[in-house]
């Protein structure tokens, strides 16, 4: 399992949620809503639990799954590689 960077941090609908922002290599931004204790805070930074459906290690790239809908719609995205920490310290 993988978590992927949140590019920014906004209040939900509830004050429970978090609106979250996820960016995709080719630059577009991606908002989630998803409940606070979802997410993950390292390093002043927040993640978001994502699915791994392939890694493309050539360029550096990962196809992730979101675990809801994002607002704009679709499931998945293209992230950088770099933009990932990996729960069990290993990347696929």
Known sequence: ???VICESIGPGMRTSERAVTVRDVRGYSECILVERDFL???DNKTYLPVGVVFVDKVREVVLVEFPH???T???RVWVRSADLIWLNG???
Do not use: Y
Request: aromatic fraction near 0%.
């Open 69 to 71: 809908e994002p607002i």
């Open 40 to 42: 993950t805070i390292q």
């Open 73 to 75: 719609g679709g499931n």
């Open 1 to 3: 399992m993988a978590e």
């Open 90 to 92: 290993v990347a696929s």
